[in-house]
Each structure stands twice: as C-alpha cells, then as structure tokens.
C-alpha cells in the first residue's frame, strides 16, 4: 500500500510558476499509476493530470495542457507536478493520487484509491 504526502504548494502571483512533490513510501510506488488531481473551493475534485507506470505516457486535463507538466522519479518514489503560467483559477486543494498496483492510467477520481492530504495552491491575480 503506497502513502502520500504533498508539498510545494503555496501562495504566487498569477503567471509564476510552482512546482509540487508528492513523496510515496510503501514498495507499490514503481507499480501504480499516478495522478493529481484539484479541487477549487466550492467545487468539486477533478482530475489534473496523469501518469502511467511503465511507459511514461501522460494525460492532462485541458485546462492544463501545455502550462503543468506531470513527471516521477521511481528512484525517489517521488511525483512532481510542475505548473508554469499560473492563473488565478488554477487556485486549489492539489491531491495526489495512485492506483492500486499494476492497473491502468485513469482521469477519474473514483479509479484512484489512495491520496494525499492535499497542498493549497493559491494564485493572485
């Protein structure tokens, strides 16, 4: 069972740039499939971006797509989520998240089955 913790996030003007880490511990990490998800307030969770376990592929909402880029280190057993050109409503709960072992990428929530406590992103305008 893989363990999530976030960090990174923090309060920056609209068009900076952060980058997030989420750390794992658990021997799974390498083996499941990963994602970050968000959630504005008053709204509900959706899916940021994703990566897969083995062959590097990734997905990204398009809202995204071209501003945050999702890598890992399986080495480090760490998640990064890098995000350049920040708007103001990019301001979130960022989670990450992972799959259970061996499964596929999945842009929906309900498919990951352990998460982070969350880091807040707060963007200025």
């Known amino acids: 069972q893989v363990q999530l913790v976030e960090s990174g996030g923090g309060l920056v003007q609209a068009g900076d740039s952060l980058r997030l880490s989420c750390a794992a511990s658990?021997?799974?990490?390498?083996?499941?499939?990963m994602g970050w998800f968000r959630q504005p307030p008053g709204k509900e969770r959706e899916f940021v971006a994703a990566?897969?376990?083995?062959?590097?592929?990734?997905y990204y909402n398009p809202s995204v797509k071209g501003r945050f880029t999702i890598s890992r280190d399986n080495f480090k057993n760490t998640l990064y989520l890098q995000m350049t050109s920040l708007y103001v409503e990019d301001t979130a709960v960022y989670y990450c998240?992972?799959?259970?072992?061996?499964?596929?990428?999945?842009?929906?929530?309900?498919?990951?089955?352990?998460w982070g406590q969350g880091t807040q992103v707060t963007v200025s305008s």
């Open positions: 990566h897969s376990r083995l062959d590097g592929r990734t």
């Open positions: 998240a992972a799959r259970p072992a061996l499964l596929a990428s999945s842009i929906f929530v309900q498919d990951y089955t352990t």
């Open positions: 658990g021997r799974t990490f390498g083996n499941s499939a």
